[in-house]
């Protein structure tokens, strides 16, 4: 079964922080993504990245940055953290195009 | 246009009840397409996933697919107060490079 593992649950930061968001998968999947869900707007994608120091913006991708060093781990980077950046952040994997997406279980990301 | 559109809700349907859940998309080059239940509090997990024009059963849950009309929905037959939820429709892109999701239909379920 595949686990993806976000770091954090509850996460509560300082306008103006810099904020990591760590997800680690062991299916050995190529694909991983990150997502963010407000009420009404669904989930919205930030970054993606198909393989170890690939990445690609997604629809919202601005004020984050992500880090993928290893195929098993991918990093969210909150440059300089925002309050319309209180959100739930949703990290997910798939092993290829066409496949389902699994889904950590997520953090709640609160700004102040 | 959204991308994919999906009636917010809520649906409620009494206990027994047969629920119907809508979906429509924009991309017209889509050929994978997913149903995600979603409780409250807790991450998307995936119901079904359709890939072909019509009719998918999986248990209490059919999927249906109309690629000429961009029209995908999630039937779920005999409903439980268990099943109450929102239930997101997801969609991947031409060339399959990401997967745009609605927004969510919550669903009622009253026993």
């Known amino acids: 079964d595949v686990k993806v593992t976000q770091s954090s649950r509850y996460l509560v930061k300082r306008t103006g922080e810099k904020v990591f968001l760590e997800c680690v998968q062991d299916?050995?999947?190529?694909?991983m993504f990150w997502y963010r869900q407000d009420p009404g707007l669904g989930l919205r994608l930030i970054y993606f990245?198909?393989?170890?120091?690939?990445?690609e913006k997604g629809d919202i991708p601005e004020g984050y940055s992500v880090s993928r060093e290893k195929k098993e781990r991918f990093s969210l980077i909150l440059e300089s953290a925002s309050t319309n950046q209180t959100s739930m952040y949703l990290c997910a994997t798939r092993p290829n195009t066409g496949s389902p997406l699994h889904f950590g279980n997520g953090t709640r990301l609160t700004v102040t | 246009q959204k991308e994919v559109e999906q009636n917010s809700g809520p649906l409620s349907v009494p206990e027994g009840a047969i629920a119907s859940l809508n979906c429509t998309y924009s991309?017209?080059?889509?050929?994978?397409f997913f149903w995600y239940r979603q409780y409250s509090g807790k991450s998307p997990e995936l119901i079904m996933s359709?890939?072909?024009?019509g009719d998918k059963e999986d248990g209490r849950f059919t999927a249906q697919l109309n690629k000429a009309s961009q029209y995908v929905s999630l039937l779920i037959r005999d409903s439980q107060p268990s099943d109450s939820a929102t239930y997101l429709c997801?969609?991947?892109?031409?060339?399959?490079?990401?997967?745009?999701f609605g927004a969510g239909t919550r669903l009622f379920v009253k026993a």
């Open positions: 990245s198909y393989d170890v120091k690939m990445k």
């Open positions: 997801a969609v991947e892109n031409t060339g399959g490079f990401k997967t745009i």
């Open positions: 299916m050995d999947h190529e694909n």
């Open positions: 991309d017209r080059g889509s050929q994978s």
């Open positions: 359709i890939y072909s024009n």
